[in-house]
Nanobody, 125 residues
């Protein structure tokens, strides 16, 4: 599966952005999807994940209540709605796919087989 992330940009603290990740080349509904991010000088970290059918969702603690992950299997797209953005959310955001129908969301990046190219989110304070 090929992934194309988009929607990043510059936003003021407290603002919002919606990232999209369009998939092609395979049966999207067979994949668990995740969003990861890598801030300046930091390791790539899990942000949010959603199961193949969309029924199971998991977030890292620092984004709970602010970010929402969703997917539209008919459009082969996963979204990350980000509200109340903070300067510490500044990072390159990556979408990732794991060929899995598990009901347990994987948070380790090594579990994901396919990656998009990343989209930069910059939050100014």
């Amino acid at each position: 599966v090929q992934l194309q992330a988009s929607g990043g940009g510059l936003v003021e603290a407290g603002g919002f952005l919606t990232l999209s990740c369009a998939a092609s080349g395979s049966t999207f509904s067979n994949y668990m999807m995740g969003w990861f991010r890598q801030g300046p000088g930091k390791e790539r970290e899990f942000v949010a994940g959603i199961s193949f059918g969309g029924g199971i969702i998991h977030y890292r603690d620092s984004v709970k209540g602010r970010f929402t992950i969703s997917r539209d299997n008919t459009k082969k797209t996963v979204y990350l709605q980000m509200n109340s953005l903070k300067s510490e959310d500044t990072a390159v955001y990556y979408c990732a796919a794991r060929s899995s129908t598990s009901q347990v969301i994987s948070t380790g990046r090594h579990h994901y087989n396919y990656w998009g190219q990343g989209t930069l989110v910059t939050v100014s304070s």
